[in-house]
């Protein structure tokens, strides 16, 4: 997990560090690429996201990717930011949970 970079580098690891791991595991449904292959020297050597086809996802999507994919744990998104923010407008959340989705709220 940590040489693949599903982990954040954070230490210690925090509630925060969660939703880093959900940033990744996003980017690689959506882009269907590994995280690590576009970022073998880890995504902080870069000081940005590395995206093969940029141009193929939406600036909503590359805006959440880059506040949950983020060095400092203080200024990642959290449960809120992630539910508020325009890449999932439309989304009921309320009627995700209905439908027996537990959704992660630290």
């Known amino acids: ?6 982990v954040a580098f954070d230490f210690p690891l925090t509630k925060e560090s969660d939703w880093y791991s959900v940033g990744v595991l996003i ?3 959506v882009t269907r690429e590994r995280f690590y292959a576009n970022h073998p020297m880890g995504v902080f050597r870069f000081n940005e996201i590395q995206f093969t086809n940029p141009d193929e996802l ?5 805006d ?3 506040n949950l ?3 400092k744990g203080e200024k990642r998104f959290k449960y809120e930011d992630i539910t508020c923010h325009s890449y999932f407008e439309g989304v009921d959340w309320a009627q995700v949970e209905k439908c ?3 959704l992660f709220k630290f």
């Open 69 to 71: 994919i983020i060095e």
């Open 64 to 66: 959440l990717l880059h």
């Open 100 to 102: 027996g989705l537990e």
């Open 58 to 62: 939406s600036e909503n999507l590359k």
């Open 27 to 29: 980017y690689e449904i």
């Open 1 to 6: 997990a940590l040489r693949c970079l599903y």
